[in-house]
């Protein structure tokens, strides 16, 4: 190894050091811009390694600098301007995009390393490079996918057939079994054929995902995403790309089973299941017992005179977008010296966290948004709890055993002095059972779009204190 | 026996662990700029995107090296950038506090009709 070979490989340890400390800082949301800095510099410095490494080599021709310039500057470009104009509702098709472009490159650099090996010795070597092809290759179409679901432009809903989870089973196989065949005789041919059946088991994988589970199924392509840059590294013997990999497989994981825990399926169950409500709010009828319907006057007076109320925004205060609206009554709340913290659960919106994001767009300072165990204990001493689109995450018959939802962590909204519920209609969760919550005493229910309803009910405290 | 995927094996399974240990960490409220800065860093494959067109020699090769280039320079432009975007967005208080700034303007008001009832 020559001193040049040694130097390069020390950077690219010293960037994946950037990666893990950039990540370490992201702990906490003060030093989380830090962390995000941290981890930029070290890109920059691994791309800079990469280029001494190209130069150093004096083997690239014109062509392919001016293919790489070309390709990078035209990436970067549609990169930066996707980034700065995405409004923060869409922030789960950008990321799912973003899977599919890294998922697309890492594929790519193990296609164009099968087909440049020629006849190659070692089999080993060929075993990442194919897993790498089939891990891109799913990740990419899945995630495009995932990605048009969640902007609407394919139909959220499951989408299934008859058959479907043997088509399912015979692609996975089919990319499997000649990826391991193609180990002992190359063939480019089939090499393609390995594509095509990875990319068609990406799509037939997720398009029978209903909407609701997308936060699972976003966080499972981002662990695939990671997965598939590693081998990546594997198959060019680069150690930044494999530390980076496995900490974005690491992320993923953990992300897919907290998200999987929350909504109380296993990660299983969501991808051969193929359930989920989707969009649509089903018209179906409530549940046996008194609803209480109210008017914006009402809701007034109660959040008005409250010393304590906690908002439980959920899945469709993000659909109605209605994130400055409830900003902006629990600004007027504030300036009445009423205490008002959000609850957020752990599947609240459409990616995990999500709601934090579209929260924090909305100027709510991050203290006021507390997690599921920090803000359940609290709920008895609230006098209102506001609950915007949120359903099943509130159904106080998670707590017994028997029905849909059952150990599925719940906020413990039933447990607030009074209880007040926007909601377009009594129509389902995604679980599709009756939420015991609507028919408490305690319960009053706003029928309306969030959007208009939250802003209804701030103009009606405004009129009520004036 | 390969001494050299030995040794890439570790390095990969030792990140996972120090990748399970920082990321668990990481507070729910920041989970969708965690898996965003994810997706950045995912980007160094803009390395691997870039050796190949090293070693391309047709045009096959070209157009595999033009579009792992494009894709991989997107995701990890793209990726920092709407990270920091995100996370600039997180504040411990408003620039303008809303509460000391709606205040005076509800005491103002109750002034106003208060002055008002003396007139009346």
Partial sequence: MSTFDWVIQLIYV??????VLGLHLMNNPASARRGNQVSTSGMIIAVAA????????HLISGTGWAVMI???????????????????????QLVSMFNAVGGGAAALVGVHDYMSAGARVSSTTTVTTLLDVIIGAVTFSGSLIAAGKLQGVINSAPVTFPGARIVNILLAAVALGLGAYLIASPSTVLLTVVIVAALAFGVSMVMPIGGAD?????????????????MA??????WALIIAGALVGASGGILTKLMADAMNRSIRNIIVGGFGTGDAVAAVAGP?????????????????????????????????????????????????????????????????????????????PYPQLKEMDEINPEFARADVALVIGANDVTNPAARRPGTAISGMPILNVDQAKSIIVIKRSMGHGYAGIDNELYVDPKTSMYFADAKKALAEMTSAVKTLVA | MYPALLVDVTIFVLALWVGFEVISKVPATLHTPLMSAANSIHGIVLAGAMLIAVT??????????FIAAAFAAANVVGGYVVTGRMLKMFKRRPAVPPAGAAAPAVTAAANGSSQKGHNA
């Avoid at chain 1, 990469?50 to 080599?57: C, P, Q, R």
């Avoid at chain 1, 070309?70 to 789960?92: D, H, K, N």
């Avoid at chain 1, 590294?233 to 680069?238: A, D, L, R, T």
């Fill in chain 2, 56 to 65: 391309a020699n047709n045009a096959v090769g070209y157009v595999i090296a």
């Fill in chain 1, 70 to 92: 070309a390709g990078a500057l035209l990436g970067a470009g549609a990169g930066l301007y996707s980034a700065r104009t995405v409004q923060m509702t869409a922030m789960p």
């Fill in chain 1, 214 to 230: 997308m936060p699972v199924v976003i966080s499972l392509l981002n662990a695939f995403t990671g997965t598939a840059v590693a």
């Fill in chain 1, 288 to 364: 046996a017992g008194d609803v209480h319907a109210i008017a914006a006057d009402d809701a007034a007076i109660q959040l008005a005179y409250a010393s304590k109320v906690i908002i439980v925004p959920g899945y469709g205060l993000a659909a109605a977008q209605a994130q400055h609206e409830v900003a902006a009554l629990a600004d007027l709340l504030e300036s009445r010296g009423i205490e008002v913290s959000y609850a957020i659960h752990p599947v609240a919106g459409r990616m995990p966290g999500h709601m934090n994001v579209l929260l924090a767009e909305a100027n709510v």
């Fill in chain 1, 50 to 57: 990469t280029l001494a490494i190209i130069i150093h080599g």
């Fill in chain 1, 14 to 19: 010293f960037s994946a050091s950037c990666f």
């Fill in chain 1, 233 to 238: 590294g594997f198959v060019i013997g680069n």
